[in-house]
């Protein structure tokens, strides 16, 4: 005989298992929200900040010790003219820095904004005489190499890596045919006096640099691109099933860097005179190198454009110093790039976990 338990069917088992379930619906004319994703720095972006602060103000102190010319305004000048066009190619590349991603492809582009600037204002080559309009017409060429770099890697779904140094090559590429085996030489006085007019005592093309820097990190305190940089670098995966279009605001990431860098072109072509194919040479490297130093990882969703900025002064005022206690140019490049490999491995030491495999 069977009891009266197994032989009454329970309720559950004539109806089948029960449906998964999932998340509460929506109310009716209201659409979920997405969650507020972080961007305000931690713990360790402040220890790491006040550490790159901490190098600045003992590097300044050894130097004015060292050399008393160091500690002249003319100097201060000096320094922060020469960090210009650093800081607004350094601004474009932290965002890329930002998603976990590299950029490889800045000289190249800058070589192609640097020929189309000269070649868009009054120049000893072409009858051209754009003015402002040929300045804008060059950062938004830098902007669409950058949005070509952006699509190529997440459509095609190749590492930045080699999508950027494709791009680097196209932008040699296009400099060279522009260049023609004749420089241009730049006629603009408007342009040209980014580089020797001064105000307040420093040359115009600091005080634009200021200008790019606010720019750059109002977009990443108030905007979209800036805010998902940092989830995107942190955690993509998560980022994209909260909803967030991790494709489009990485190539728009791109977008930005690259605008900067044509910006930086004209900077660079105002400083030199003249259109030239190398303008960018050794700008990777260095802007790189400024940004590790200042803060923002290689591995994303840390730091931001003021650290970034420190990581500027830093090699600027090492440089600086170097030449005033009259070191070779040859030891400056190998003692730059000792503190880039210290750099790197201090910064990525507390988030070592998050590396996984390093290959």
Same mark, same amino acid.
């Given at each position: ?16 298992? +029960? ?6 619906? *929506? ?37 004015? #010790? ?28 932290? %965002? ?17 904004? $640097?020929?189309?600037? +000269? ?8 009858? /051209?005489?754009?003015?402002?309009? =040929?300045?804008? *017409? ?13 699509? /190529? ?11 950027? /140094?494709?791009?680097? +090559? ?22 040209? @006096? ?7 005592? %420093? ?10 820097? /606010? ?9 979209? #691109? @800036? &805010?998902?940089?940092?989830?995107? @670098?942190? $955690? ?11 494709? &489009? ?8 860097? =690259? ?30 190198? $400024? +940004? ?61 976990? &998050? ?5």
């Amino acid at each position: 005989m069977t009891s009266p338990d197994t032989a009454r069917p329970r309720a559950t088992d004539a109806a089948g298992p +029960a449906p998964p379930q999932g998340p509460a619906p *929506a109310a009716a004319g209201r659409t979920p929200s997405r969650p507020r994703l972080p961007w305000r720095p931690s713990g360790t972006d402040a220890v790491q900040t006040t550490a790159s602060l901490a190098a600045l103000v003992l590097m300044i102190l050894v130097f004015s #010790v060292l050399d008393a010319q160091f500690r002249t305004w003319g100097n201060l000048v000096a320094v922060v003219d020469a960090a210009a066009v650093l800081a607004v190619v350094t601004v474009g590349l932290t %965002f890329v820095l930002l998603l976990g991603a590299i950029d490889l492809s800045v000289e190249g582009v800058i070589g192609a904004c $640097a020929l189309t600037v +000269a070649l868009l204002v009054a120049n000893s080559r072409t009858g /051209l005489d754009l003015g402002v309009l =040929g300045v804008v *017409a060059t950062v938004a060429l830098g902007a669409a190499f950058g949005l070509l770099s952006g699509l /190529l890697s997440t459509r095609l779904r190749i590492p930045s890596f080699l999508t950027t /140094l494709g791009v680097y +090559a196209i932008g040699l590429g296009v400099a060279t045919i522009l260049f023609s085996g004749e420089r241009p030489i730049v006629g603009d006085p408007w342009l040209s @006096g980014w580089a020797s007019s001064k105000f307040l005592g %420093f040359a115009v093309a600091s005080w634009v640099a200021a200008g790019a820097i /606010l720019v750059g990190w109002l977009i990443q305190r108030y905007t979209r #691109v @800036g &805010r998902y940089a940092y989830a995107i @670098g942190g $955690a993509e995966d998560i980022t994209r099933l909260s909803g967030v279009p991790v494709a &489009r605001f990485k190539t728009a990431a791109f977008a930005v860097a =690259g605008a900067f860098y044509g910006l930086g072109a004209v900077m660079a072509t105002s400083q030199l005179g003249s259109g030239v194919v190398t303008a960018g040479s050794g700008l990777n490297f260095s802007a790189i190198a $400024a +940004a590790v130093i200042g803060g923002t990882l290689l591995v994303g969703g840390r730091g931001g454009v003021l650290q970034s900025m420190i990581g500027v002064l830093v090699l600027t005022v090492l440089q600086n110093g170097l030449i005033l206690a009259g070191v070779s140019p040859y030891a400056q490049q190998a003692v730059q790039g000792v503190i880039v490999v210290v750099a790197v491995a201090a910064a990525t030491w507390p988030v070592r976990h &998050r590396l996984g495999v390093v290959k």
